[in-house]
């Protein structure tokens, strides 16, 4: 089955830039979305088809696919984006939805 | 507004069944594949369930297939999960989604807040 590698996680301090990055064989060829889930709430997401930025999703979050890796980009981290954050995408050979384990980002 | 809305969680004895419900407002059911995604106390997010549009292809993750059936009744706005023969590994908050006309091609746009199914004796 297709797995999707995501680090634990990553600590960034305010203003600077975080790179969350989701690891699949060859997940270039396959559209990866990206999830936040802050405390206690339902998933929101805030990137989707590798690099759309849904409505109301800040200009801060961009996200890129190549290779094999899927990669999400959070500027100007602000104390709100503290979350974890999920990358899933479609296998199409199993016809599953396939979710990465989560990186919880930690806001110095 | 779109809303999702689950019930039927609840506690269970291990082997028993349980039915949750997803009733849903603000955008045309009928028009949307649905899933169901599962998160266990502490974990990451888990894909359960997917049903087409119009109720006629469905899909299992494999720790729950052959378990559970997802459904849906387009007349009532409202998506389904028949769960039997409950383990403890299925406690889990299991939260509802809405993503695009097909199964597969778009994220899970919107999400309910969940329904806490509790397996134990």
């Known amino acids: 089955s297709y797995v999707l590698t995501q680090p634990p996680s990553v600590s960034v301090a305010p203003g600077k830039t975080a790179t969350m990055t989701c690891g699949g064989d060859?997940?270039?060829?396959?559209?990866a979305h990206w999830y936040q889930q802050k405390a206690g709430q339902a998933p929101v997401v805030v990137i989707s088809h590798d690099s759309d930025r849904p409505s109301g999703i800040p200009e801060r979050f961009a996200g890129s696919n190549s290779g094999d890796t899927a990669t999400l980009t959070i500027s100007g981290v602000e104390a709100g984006d503290e979350a974890d954050y999920f990358c899933?995408?479609?296998?199409?050979?199993?016809?599953?939805?396939?979710f990465g384990g989560g990186t919880k980002l930690t806001v110095l | 507004e779109v809303l999702l809305v689950e019930s039927g969680g609840d506690l269970v004895q291990p082997g028993g069944s349980l039915r949750l419900s997803c009733a849903t407002s603000?955008?045309?059911?009928?028009?949307?594949?649905m899933s169901w995604v599962r998160q266990a106390p502490g974990r990451g997010l888990a894909w359960v369930s997917s049903i087409s549009s119009g109720g006629d292809a469905t899909y299992y993750a494999d720790s729950v297939k052959g378990r559970f059936t997802v459904s849906r009744d387009n007349s009532k706005n409202t998506l389904y999960l028949q769960m039997n023969s409950l383990r403890a590994e299925d406690t889990a908050l299991y939260y509802c989604?809405?993503?695009?006309?097909?199964?597969?091609?778009?994220?899970?746009?919107?999400w309910g807040q969940g329904a806490l199914v509790t397996v134990s004796s």
């Open positions: 603000g955008f045309t059911f009928s028009a949307y594949a």
């Open positions: 989604a809405n993503a695009g006309s097909s199964v597969g091609t778009s994220p899970f746009d919107s």
């Open positions: 899933q995408v479609w296998d199409t050979e199993t016809d599953h939805w396939v």
């Open positions: 060859g997940i270039e060829y396959r559209s």
